[in-house]
C-alpha cells in the first residue's frame, strides 16, 4: 500500500511515520509513506500557497493551484482509490474506516492548514473528507499522522502477530480486558487467580466477560452500534 501525505508542513509527519511500527512496515515494503510539500508547487517567487479569502474574513486560505498540481502529479504516476482531506468536518474516523482503508492499495491524504482548502479542491478532486474527533487542530498533519497508522498496522504482515490486529480494541465493538505480565504478585497486588490456573477455557470465558463488563462501564454506546 501506498499513502502520500501532501501538506505545507512536512516535518510535523516526519517523526510519527518513520519511526517504530510504521518504519518496519516501510522498510519490509509493505507500506510506503511519503510526504509531499506543498511549497514546491507554490507560486512566484515566493513560493505562494495561500491567500487571503475572499469575501471579507480574516485567515488564510489554501490556494487551488498547488494543491491541483500536486494531485494532478501524482496521478500521472498511478490511480488513487481514494483522495482524502482532513478536515474536522469530515466523517468521524473510526475502526471501521481504518478497516476499509488498510485494503486500499494507493490513498492521498491532503492536510488542510490556516483555514483550510478552497472549496473547489474538496468539490472536484477530494473523494472524501475524515476528522479524528470534535476538537480543532492547527493543521491536518496530525490526524493525517493518525489515520496512517491506524491503517498500516493492519496491513497484513505489519504486527509481527498477525492475530494482534483483529483481536484489538473496537474490532468487535469491544474494548479489550485487563492484562498482566509477571510477578504474579507485586506489592501484594495479585494477577487475578484464573490467568495463573492453566485452564485456558476458564482463560478466554474470563477475557470475554472483563471484556464485556469493562464495555458496559466504559463505553456503553459501543454496544449499540
Ligand atoms: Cl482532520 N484536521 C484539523 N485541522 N482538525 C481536526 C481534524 C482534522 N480532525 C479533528 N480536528
Redesign the pocket.
Known sequence: MRIDIITAVPELLEGPVNQSILKRAQDKGLAEIVAHNLRDYGQGAYRQIDDKIYGGNAGMVLMVEPVDQCITDLKKERSYDEIIY???D?ERFNQGIANQLSLQQNLILLC?HYKGIDERIREHMVTRE???????????EL?AAIVTDAVVRLIPGVISDETSALTDSFQDNLLSPPIYTRPAEYKGWKVPDVLTSGNFAEIEKWNDEMALKRTQERRPDLLND
Do not use: H
Open positions: 482532513m478536515t474536522p469530515g488542510g475524515i476528522s479524528i474527533g470534535d476538537y480543532v487542530l492547527t493543521g491536518g490526524a
